[in-house]
């Protein structure tokens, strides 16, 4: 019933910039969290970025000082601002949200078909 589609990926040069977009749909009685994780091969996927419900943010040590997530005012959206991209930031970026389906409903976890970024050095 829920379902992120995901946008703004695509190949950059070492040092340049992308804007990654997330829209979520479908039944969501309330939202606590979106999200950025990435996933390259052979490797777990990892968190990159979040944004809760009450507008706090947290950012994997990789990514701090160079990536931005930020929200729409209905927290049905989600983006992520990656500038200064290295070679290593490249990865399938999948946009998730944890949220309640209803209000009584355990919360549950929605996951983006993912969105390749490449970086060439």
């Known amino acids: 019933q829920v379902q992120l589609v995901e946008s703004g990926g695509g190949l950059v040069q070492a040092g340049g910039s992308l804007r990654l977009s997330c829209a979520a749909s479908g039944t969501i009685a309330s939202t606590d969290a979106m999200g950025w994780y990435r996933q390259t091969p052979g490797k777990q996927r990892e968190l990159v970025a979040i944004?809760?419900?009450?507008?706090?943010?947290n950012y994997a040590d990789s990514v701090k000082g160079r990536f931005t997530i930020s929200r729409d005012n209905g927290k049905k959206s989600v983006f992520l601002q990656m500038d200064s991209l290295k070679p290593e930031d490249t990865a399938v970026y999948y946009c998730?949200?944890?949220?309640?389906?209803?209000?009584?409903?355990?919360?549950?976890?929605?996951w983006g078909q993912g969105t390749q970024v490449t970086v060439s050095s």
């Open positions: 998730y949200i944890r949220f309640l389906p209803t209000f009584y409903s355990d919360r549950a976890v929605k």
């Open positions: 944004i809760t419900s009450g507008g706090s943010t």
